[in-house]
């Protein structure tokens, strides 16, 4: 049974930093493309960012670019979330996903952590 659970959230003031992870199991976690998203209240999910199976692609959403950084440790099977400079919009519920780097859609997704960043 695949699981993906994160790790990490909490209360923030606006900008300061939190780090966000996401251990992967029942998966061969090397093989699949990571990614995070987003919802806050009221609003769709959004993409923030994404690493490839190697580790060697990252992208980001403009929204938080040079603010966020993914990065993974595949003996760890861990997929990690440094934000910094947080502020107020960055407030939602960070879900990580796992997908097959020949496919669209994200096969497995966790189940979210809250982060709330205060003005």
């Known amino acids: 049974q695949v699981q993906l659970v994160e790790s990490g959230g909490g209360l923030v003031q606006a900008g300061g930093s939190l780090r966000l992870s996401c251990t992967a199991s029942?998966?061969?976690?090397?093989?699949?493309?990571m990614g995070w998203f987003r919802q806050a209240p009221g609003k769709d999910r959004e993409f923030v960012a994404l690493?490839?199976?190697?580790?060697?692609?990252?992208d980001y959403a403009d929204s938080v670019k040079g603010r966020f950084t993914i990065t993974r440790d595949d003996a760890k099977n861990t997929v990690y979330l440094q934000m910094n400079s947080l502020k107020p919009e960055d407030t939602a519920v960070y879900y990580c996903?796992?997908?097959?780097?020949?496919?669209?859609?994200?096969?497995?997704w966790g189940q979210g952590t809250q982060v709330i960043v205060s003005s």
């Open positions: 996903a796992a997908r097959r780097p020949s496919t669209l859609r994200y096969d497995y």
């Open positions: 690493i490839t199976a190697s580790g060697f692609v990252t």
């Open positions: 029942g998966v061969t976690f090397g093989s699949y493309l």
